[in-house]
Nanobody, 124 residues
Framework: QVHLVESGGGLVQTGGSLRLSCTAS????????MAWFRQAPGQERKFVAA????????YYADSMKGRFTMSRDNAKNTVFLQMNSLKPEDTAVYYC?????????????????WGQGTLVTVSS
């Protein structure tokens, strides 16, 4: 069982930055692939970024490339999402997710464990 807790959301102006964190319970954190998804009001949950267990390989949705960076610190059981050049359309609840085996998954159904989400609001 993996318990995930996100933090770092908030209100930011267009062009600003935020850094989200997600801390996991358990001793085998480095064996899980981790991902960030987001869900705007009235929309389906969408893939943002993923990272393999070792932290050496990442994958991003096209609209996030160059603006968002995902990383992880396995010693602290934590993944991060650095978000720069934020736009109003980035407004959503951001969810952290974990899966095993350690491979990318682009669909929400591929992740077994989820955090409660953290709200990011970008004002225009």
């Amino acid at each position: 069982q993996v318990h995930l807790v996100e933090s770092g959301g908030g209100l930011v102006q267009t062009g600003g930055s935020l850094r989200l964190s997600c801390t996991a319970s358990g001793r085998t954190f480095s064996t899980y692939a981790m991902a960030w998804f987001r869900q705007a009001p009235g929309q389906e949950r969408k893939f943002v970024a993923a990272i393999r267990g070792s932290g050496g390989s990442t994958y991003y949705a096209d609209s996030m490339k160059g603006r968002f960076t995902m990383s992880r610190d396995n010693a602290k059981n934590t993944v991060f999402l650095q978000m720069n050049s934020l736009k109003p359309e980035d407004t959503a609840v951001y969810y952290c997710a974990a899966r095993s085996p350690d491979d990318y998954g682009l669909g929400p159904y591929e992740y077994k464990w989820w955090g409660q989400g953290t709200l990011v609001t970008v004002s225009s």
